[in-house]
Protein backbone atom coordinates (compact mmCIF):
# COMPACT_ATOMS: atom_id res chain seq x y z
CA UNK A 1 0.00 0.00 0.00
CA UNK A 2 1.56 3.61 -0.81
CA UNK A 3 2.47 5.26 2.48
CA UNK A 4 0.81 8.30 2.72
CA UNK A 5 -2.79 5.80 2.11
CA UNK A 6 -1.70 3.93 4.83
CA UNK A 7 -0.82 6.94 6.82
CA UNK A 8 -4.41 8.10 6.12
CA UNK A 9 -5.68 4.38 7.26
CA UNK A 10 -3.66 4.16 10.43
CA UNK A 11 -5.23 7.78 11.26
CA UNK A 12 -1.55 8.92 12.23
CA UNK A 13 -1.24 12.55 13.43
CA UNK A 14 -0.32 15.25 10.82
CA UNK A 15 3.56 15.46 11.40
CA UNK A 16 3.14 11.42 10.24
CA UNK A 17 1.04 11.98 7.20
CA UNK A 18 3.34 14.78 5.74
CA UNK A 19 6.38 12.43 6.45
CA UNK A 20 4.46 9.85 4.75
CA UNK A 21 3.97 12.16 1.64
CA UNK A 22 7.39 13.32 1.66
CA UNK A 23 8.24 9.49 1.43
CA UNK A 24 5.55 9.18 -1.41
CA UNK A 25 6.97 11.80 -3.37
CA UNK A 26 10.47 10.94 -2.81
CA UNK A 27 9.73 8.00 -4.31
CA UNK A 28 8.42 8.97 -7.53
CA UNK A 29 11.60 11.61 -7.81
CA UNK A 30 13.96 9.26 -6.64
CA UNK A 31 13.47 5.15 -7.58
CA UNK A 32 14.02 3.17 -4.17
CA UNK A 33 17.51 2.41 -4.26
CA UNK A 34 19.06 -0.66 -2.67
CA UNK A 35 20.49 0.37 0.87
CA UNK A 36 24.26 -0.28 0.17
CA UNK A 37 24.59 -0.09 -3.68
CA UNK A 38 23.22 2.00 -6.14
CA UNK A 39 21.28 -0.99 -7.93
CA UNK A 40 17.61 0.16 -8.35
CA UNK A 41 15.16 -2.30 -6.59
CA UNK A 42 11.59 -2.39 -6.93
CA UNK A 43 10.99 -1.44 -3.12
CA UNK A 44 12.62 1.13 -0.89
CA UNK A 45 14.49 -0.90 1.80
CA UNK A 46 15.50 -4.11 -0.08
CA UNK A 47 18.78 -5.24 -0.81
CA UNK A 48 19.69 -5.83 -4.46
CA UNK A 49 20.04 -9.84 -5.16
CA UNK A 50 23.56 -9.42 -5.16
CA UNK A 51 23.87 -7.55 -1.81
CA UNK A 52 21.36 -10.01 -0.47
CA UNK A 53 23.86 -12.93 -1.08
CA UNK A 54 26.77 -10.97 0.29
CA UNK A 55 24.96 -10.54 3.43
CA UNK A 56 25.86 -12.30 6.60
CA UNK A 57 22.72 -12.74 8.20
CA UNK A 58 23.20 -13.67 11.53
CA UNK A 59 22.21 -17.47 12.21
CA UNK A 60 22.19 -20.38 15.02
CA UNK A 61 24.66 -21.91 16.14
CA UNK A 62 24.81 -18.38 18.37
CA UNK A 63 25.77 -18.28 22.09
CA UNK A 64 22.69 -18.39 24.02
CA UNK A 65 23.71 -15.51 26.42
CA UNK A 66 25.77 -12.97 24.07
CA UNK A 67 24.34 -14.34 20.66
CA UNK A 68 28.32 -14.16 19.23
CA UNK A 69 28.17 -16.46 16.63
CA UNK A 70 29.31 -19.67 16.53
CA UNK A 71 31.56 -21.72 13.60
CA UNK A 72 29.87 -24.80 14.31
CA UNK A 73 27.62 -26.00 17.28
CA UNK A 74 29.90 -27.70 19.00
CA UNK A 75 31.97 -24.75 20.21
CA UNK A 76 29.47 -24.13 22.44
CA UNK A 77 29.36 -27.34 24.01
CA UNK A 78 26.64 -28.69 26.10
CA UNK A 79 25.46 -25.24 27.67
CA UNK A 80 25.77 -22.98 23.88
CA UNK A 81 28.09 -20.62 25.67
CA UNK A 82 31.23 -19.30 24.18
CA UNK A 83 34.36 -18.74 26.16
CA UNK A 84 33.60 -15.01 27.36
CA UNK A 85 30.20 -16.08 28.81
CA UNK A 86 31.37 -19.63 30.43
CA UNK A 87 34.61 -17.24 32.13
CA UNK A 88 31.88 -14.78 33.73
CA UNK A 89 28.13 -14.37 32.75
CA UNK A 90 27.64 -10.36 31.51
CA UNK A 91 24.75 -8.05 33.44
CA UNK A 92 22.45 -8.63 30.48
CA UNK A 93 20.33 -11.24 30.16
CA UNK A 94 20.74 -12.19 26.06
CA UNK A 95 22.10 -10.42 23.39
CA UNK A 96 21.12 -10.85 19.70
CA UNK A 97 22.18 -9.59 16.36
CA UNK A 98 20.82 -8.77 12.84
CA UNK A 99 24.03 -8.90 10.72
CA UNK A 100 28.02 -10.08 11.34
CA UNK A 101 29.89 -6.91 11.35
CA UNK A 102 31.49 -7.78 8.11
CA UNK A 103 32.45 -5.30 4.97
CA UNK A 104 28.75 -5.78 3.87
CA UNK A 105 27.21 -4.95 7.25
CA UNK A 106 30.29 -2.05 7.16
CA UNK A 107 28.61 -0.39 4.03
CA UNK A 108 25.59 -0.03 5.67
CA UNK A 109 26.18 0.98 9.37
CA UNK A 110 29.47 3.69 8.45
CA UNK A 111 27.75 6.02 6.58
CA UNK A 112 24.38 5.74 8.70
CA UNK A 113 26.64 6.51 11.94
CA UNK A 114 28.91 9.43 10.34
CA UNK A 115 27.79 10.53 6.83
CA UNK A 116 24.40 11.11 7.55
CA UNK A 117 23.17 8.50 6.04
CA UNK A 118 19.83 8.79 8.88
CA UNK A 119 17.33 7.07 6.40
CA UNK A 120 18.98 3.97 6.74
CA UNK A 121 17.87 3.68 10.58
CA UNK A 122 14.70 2.15 9.13
CA UNK A 123 16.38 -0.61 6.73
CA UNK A 124 18.46 -1.71 9.57
CA UNK A 125 15.35 -1.62 12.37
CA UNK A 126 13.88 -3.79 10.70
CA UNK A 127 16.19 -6.37 10.36
CA UNK A 128 17.35 -6.17 14.17
CA UNK A 129 13.07 -6.47 14.41
CA UNK A 130 13.29 -9.88 12.65
CA UNK A 131 17.00 -11.02 14.95
CA UNK A 132 15.48 -9.68 17.76
CA UNK A 133 11.53 -10.50 17.69
CA UNK A 134 11.88 -13.08 20.90
CA UNK A 135 13.52 -10.27 22.69
CA UNK A 136 10.90 -7.32 21.62
CA UNK A 137 8.00 -9.41 22.95
CA UNK A 138 9.28 -9.46 26.35
CA UNK A 139 10.40 -6.10 26.56
CA UNK A 140 8.80 -3.42 28.39
CA UNK A 141 10.99 -0.29 27.44
CA UNK A 142 13.70 0.52 24.42
CA UNK A 143 16.93 2.27 25.59
CA UNK A 144 19.67 2.87 23.38
CA UNK A 145 23.40 3.06 24.51
CA UNK A 146 23.88 7.17 24.72
CA UNK A 147 26.55 9.22 23.56
CA UNK A 148 28.79 11.80 24.84
CA UNK A 149 27.57 15.00 24.77
CA UNK A 150 30.63 16.59 22.82
CA UNK A 151 30.18 13.26 20.75
CA UNK A 152 26.60 14.12 20.05
CA UNK A 153 27.18 17.76 19.69
CA UNK A 154 29.34 16.83 16.79
CA UNK A 155 27.65 13.86 14.93
CA UNK A 156 24.37 15.38 15.61
CA UNK A 157 22.37 12.63 16.25
CA UNK A 158 22.88 9.66 17.95
CA UNK A 159 22.51 6.91 15.97
CA UNK A 160 21.34 3.90 18.48
CA UNK A 161 18.53 6.79 19.19
CA UNK A 162 17.25 6.51 15.88
CA UNK A 163 17.02 2.96 16.05
CA UNK A 164 15.48 2.31 18.86
CA UNK A 165 13.05 5.30 17.82
CA UNK A 166 12.34 3.13 14.54
CA UNK A 167 12.26 -0.23 16.31
CA UNK A 168 9.33 1.82 18.39
CA UNK A 169 7.29 2.57 15.64
CA UNK A 170 7.17 -0.88 14.29
CA UNK A 171 7.09 -2.45 17.76
CA UNK A 172 5.07 -0.13 19.24
CA UNK A 173 7.28 -0.71 22.64
CA UNK A 174 7.65 2.53 24.10
CA UNK A 175 11.66 4.34 23.55
CA UNK A 176 13.11 6.18 26.58
CA UNK A 177 15.90 7.75 24.46
CA UNK A 178 17.39 9.41 27.05
CA UNK A 179 17.51 6.95 30.16
CA UNK A 180 21.18 6.68 30.39
CA UNK A 181 23.96 9.25 30.15
CA UNK A 182 27.43 9.15 29.02
CA UNK A 183 29.18 10.23 32.18
CA UNK A 184 32.76 10.94 30.50
CA UNK A 185 33.95 10.69 26.75
CA UNK A 186 35.36 7.64 26.13
CA UNK A 187 37.95 6.88 24.00
CA UNK A 188 37.17 4.30 20.78
CA UNK A 189 37.73 0.79 21.78
CA UNK A 190 39.33 -0.04 18.58
CA UNK A 191 41.22 -2.94 19.30
CA UNK A 192 41.41 -3.24 22.76
CA UNK A 193 41.40 -6.54 24.41
CA UNK A 194 38.02 -7.41 26.07
CA UNK A 195 39.62 -6.90 29.90
CA UNK A 196 40.52 -3.18 28.14
CA UNK A 197 37.73 -2.52 26.85
CA UNK A 198 35.72 -3.74 30.25
CA UNK A 199 38.30 -0.97 32.23
CA UNK A 200 37.67 1.82 29.92
CA UNK A 201 33.10 1.55 30.25
CA UNK A 202 33.60 0.68 33.63
CA UNK A 203 31.46 3.18 35.39
CA UNK A 204 30.94 5.25 32.01
CA UNK A 205 26.99 4.58 31.84
CA UNK A 206 24.69 6.09 34.66
CA UNK A 207 20.93 6.34 34.34
CA UNK A 208 19.27 9.77 34.48
CA UNK A 209 18.08 10.37 37.93
CA UNK A 210 14.89 11.76 36.39
CA UNK A 211 14.19 8.30 34.56
CA UNK A 212 15.11 6.03 37.21
CA UNK A 213 10.86 5.75 38.40
CA UNK A 214 10.50 4.85 34.44
CA UNK A 215 13.07 1.94 34.91
CA UNK A 216 11.74 0.42 38.00
CA UNK A 217 10.93 -3.37 37.82
CA UNK A 218 10.76 -2.69 33.63
CA UNK A 219 12.39 -5.67 31.56
CA UNK A 220 14.97 -3.21 29.32
CA UNK A 221 16.28 -3.26 25.52
CA UNK A 222 19.26 -2.09 25.21
CA UNK A 223 19.25 -0.89 21.39
CA UNK A 224 22.96 -0.53 19.92
CA UNK A 225 24.58 -0.39 16.66
CA UNK A 226 27.75 -2.81 16.82
CA UNK A 227 28.83 -5.05 19.74
CA UNK A 228 32.28 -5.79 19.66
CA UNK A 229 33.02 -7.89 23.36
CA UNK A 230 30.04 -6.70 24.92
CA UNK A 231 31.67 -4.33 27.76
CA UNK A 232 29.81 -1.37 26.38
CA UNK A 233 26.04 -2.89 26.89
CA UNK A 234 27.56 -4.89 29.88
CA UNK A 235 28.74 -1.19 31.46
CA UNK A 236 24.90 -0.34 30.86
CA UNK A 237 22.95 -3.30 31.85
CA UNK A 238 24.84 -2.75 35.24
CA UNK A 239 23.68 0.92 35.37
CA UNK A 240 20.00 -0.17 34.25
CA UNK A 241 19.73 -2.46 36.83
CA UNK A 242 21.39 -0.81 39.79
CA UNK A 243 18.34 1.46 38.82
CA UNK A 244 16.02 -0.70 39.57
CA UNK A 245 15.32 -2.25 36.19
CA UNK A 246 14.21 -5.98 36.15
CA UNK A 247 16.19 -7.34 33.55
CA UNK A 248 18.32 -5.76 30.61
CA UNK A 249 18.54 -7.41 26.97
CA UNK A 250 20.78 -6.32 24.21
CA UNK A 251 19.73 -6.04 20.81
CA UNK A 252 22.10 -4.07 17.89
CA UNK A 253 22.60 -4.33 14.11
CA UNK A 254 26.08 -6.03 14.02
CA UNK A 255 28.02 -8.30 16.23
CA UNK A 256 31.62 -8.19 15.72
CA UNK A 257 33.08 -11.91 15.34
CA UNK A 258 34.75 -13.29 18.30
CA UNK A 259 38.68 -14.45 17.01
CA UNK A 260 38.60 -17.27 19.34
CA UNK A 261 35.20 -19.22 17.41
CA UNK A 262 37.01 -18.24 14.25
ZN1 LIG B 1 22.87 -3.73 -3.75
ZN1 LIG C 1 28.52 -15.55 24.94
Same mark, same amino acid.
Given at each position: ???L ?5 ? &? ?6 ? #?? #?G *? ?7 PP?C?T?D??V??? %???C???? @???G????P????CG ?6 A?G %???RLC????A??? @?F????A ?7 A???I???KHA??T?L ?6 H??? #??? =?L ?6 LV ?6 K *??F?R &? ?11 ? &??S????LP ?6 R ?5 G =???A?E?A ?5 A??V? &??R?A??? %? ?8 V???G #?????? =? ?9 D ?6 ? *? ?7
Open positions: MPAAEAILR &RLPASGII #AA #A *RVALDLLVHPCQESVQ %GLFAACF @ARTFVTDVCTVVMFAHAQ %GTEPGCRALP @ASRARAFRYDAQRRMLPFDREAGVLARMAR #AGA =ALAQADLPVPLHR *RLQ &RYNQAALLARALS &RSKVPVDALARQATPPL =ARSARATVDGFAR &RAARLA %GRRVLLIDDMTS #ATANAC =ALALLDAGAAVTVLVTA *RVADPRLA
